[in-house]
């Protein structure tokens, strides 16, 4: 994996709670690799931003989403709402919640990777046909470098998965990766002292 410059990696909507419930699109093995990721960005010195889609129990922060295939998701107070088990925030890391598809609508995150430097994202979570591919988007539109981790998102359907990755490869064509390729970058970082 070729990266140089600045990277952080912002770990969207990787909700599901204990993935027991309808609302984790998570498989068990996904969720290890996810804490592993984490855990040597951490001992590396790689930012890790927090992303969480959240609406109120009356919907009225919901917006258009509800005109499309979606029904009411994300509810504040919901278990399947809650970051997935294992995962989350740890001291000064940057927790963001949103009320739209992609992380950059309306929330702080440009300012925040802004503030860190960061020129490449590694994004890992889902959906890859929705949050994903609308984040990816927006970090392109910004001239943020992209890297998806392709078996650490999940998406909607395998087909809608298997198409939004083709879109974010038309966006940059060394988009694509996999978790094996960003463990093997961070292994050759210099640990954080």
Same mark, same amino acid.
């Given at each position: 994996m070729n990266i140089s410059g600045k990277t952080?990696?912002?770990?969207?909507?990787?909700?599901?709670?204990?993935?027991?419930?309808?609302?984790a699109a998570y498989g068990r093995g996904q969720l290890v690799k996810a804490q592993t990721m984490v855990a040597e960005c951490r001992a590396q010195g790689v930012p890790v931003v927090w992303i969480q889609e959240v609406h109120k129990?009356?919907?009225?922060? *919901? =917006?258009?989403?509800? #005109?499309g295939s979606e029904g009411p998701h994300c509810i504040e107070g919901n278990p399947g709402t809650e970051i997935a088990?294992?995962?989350?925030?740890?001291?000064?890391?940057?927790?963001?919640?949103?009320r739209r598809y992609s992380s950059f609508f309306a929330t702080e995150l440009d300012i925040v990777l802004k503030s860190y430097g960061v020129e490449n994202l590694i994004l *890992? =979570?889902?959906?890859? #046909?929705?949050?994903?591919?609308?984040?990816?988007?927006?970090?392109?539109?910004?001239?943020f470098?992209?890297?998806?981790?392709?078996?650490?998102?999940?998406g909607s359907s395998v087909q809608a998965h298997d198409d939004a990755l083709k879109m974010i490869n038309y966006l940059q064509r060394?988009?694509?990766?996999?978790?094996?390729?960003?463990?093997?970058?961070l292994g050759e970082l210099a640990p954080v002292a």
């Open positions: 952080a990696l912002v770990v969207v909507d990787f909700q599901g709670g204990d993935l027991s419930g309808p609302a129990s009356h919907l009225t922060d *919901i =917006g258009r989403e509800l #005109d088990t294992g995962l989350g925030p740890v001291g000064e890391e940057f927790h963001i919640r949103k *890992i =979570g889902g959906f890859t #046909d929705i949050c994903i591919l609308y984040t990816s988007v927006d970090a392109h539109q910004r001239d470098h992209i890297r998806v981790a392709t078996d650490l998102t999940a060394d988009a694509l990766v996999t978790s094996d390729e960003v463990m093997s970058w």
